[in-house]
T-cell receptor
Framework: IAGITQAPTSQILAAGRRMTLRCTQDMRHNAMYWYRQDLGLGLRLIHYSNTAGTTGKGEVPDGYSVSRANTDDFPLTLASAVPSQTSVYFC???????????FGPGTRLTVL | GQNIDQPTEMTATEGAIVQINCTYQTSGFNGLFWYQQHAGEAPTFLSYNVLDGLEEKGRFSSFLSRSKGYSYLLLKELQMKDSASYLCAVSDSNYQLIWGAGTKLIIKP
């Protein structure tokens, strides 16, 4: 079934630990995105990739890094987690940057 | 700065009609999206407007006025399953989506 998968579904993490959130899509979309969603706030863009091999910074990139080695995968890494990174993280993809974005099921991350 | 405003919460009755408004101020405009998000789930695409006017898709319609920086989502014949948050997002000059905080719609029997 075509779509976007994310892993893990949820995670509790100690502050200071390193964590990678995984995102894979099988729609051959060129563009991929990472958002965080916090209560009372709109989705905020962390990083994006317009095409494989390129990445860019969004609105809230500090403390996060991404890579885009191929079309399908777009992992998000927290180098040293802090409690303010507690959030729900959504990965999304679109055929190109001008097209509709489709979302993965999300990862609920708690940093203690 | 860039800003998207929509009401925090609305309540409506099953079978009725509800209109959810969205106003925006962004650097550039390349279209406006509406998404539906049920609690604990991912946002799902509902509609896209780039030209002024009304786009109808079944029970859902979306309207855009670019000169007023205004859009609304109209939901007809409300069903209990329409209880969800509705997110307004504008594609800016860099084709990045700027999101509103969402409107939580509560449907009462």
């Amino acid at each position: 079934i075509a779509g976007i998968t994310q892993a893990p579904t949820s995670q509790i993490l100690a502050a200071g630990r390193r964590m990678t959130l995984r995102c894979t899509q099988d729609m051959r979309h060129n563009a991929m995105y990472w958002y965080r969603q916090d209560l009372g706030l709109g989705l905020r863009l962390i990083h994006y990739s317009n095409t494989a091999g390129t990445t860019g910074k969004g609105e809230v990139p500090d403390g996060y890094s991404v890579s885009r080695a191929n079309t399908d995968d777009f992992p998000l890494t927290l180098a040293s987690a802090v409690p303010s990174q507690t959030s729900v993280y959504f990965c999304a993809s679109s055929e190109t940057v001008t097209d509709t974005q489709y979302f993965g099921p999300g990862t609920r991350l708690t940093v203690l | 700065g860039q800003n998207i405003d929509q009401p925090t919460e609305m309540t409506a009755t099953e079978g009725a009609i509800v209109q959810i408004n969205c106003t925006y101020q962004t650097s550039g405009f390349n279209g406006l999206f509406w998404y539906q998000q049920h609690a604990g789930e991912a946002p799902t695409f509902l509609s896209y407007n780039v030209l002024d006017g009304l786009e109808e898709k079944g029970r859902f319609s979306s309207f855009l006025s670019r000169s007023k920086g205004y859009s609304y989502l109209l939901l007809k014949e409300l069903q209990m399953k329409d209880s969800a948050s509705y997110l307004c997002a504008v594609s800016d000059s860099n084709y990045q989506l700027i999101w509103g905080a969402g409107t939580k719609l509560i449907i009462k029997p």
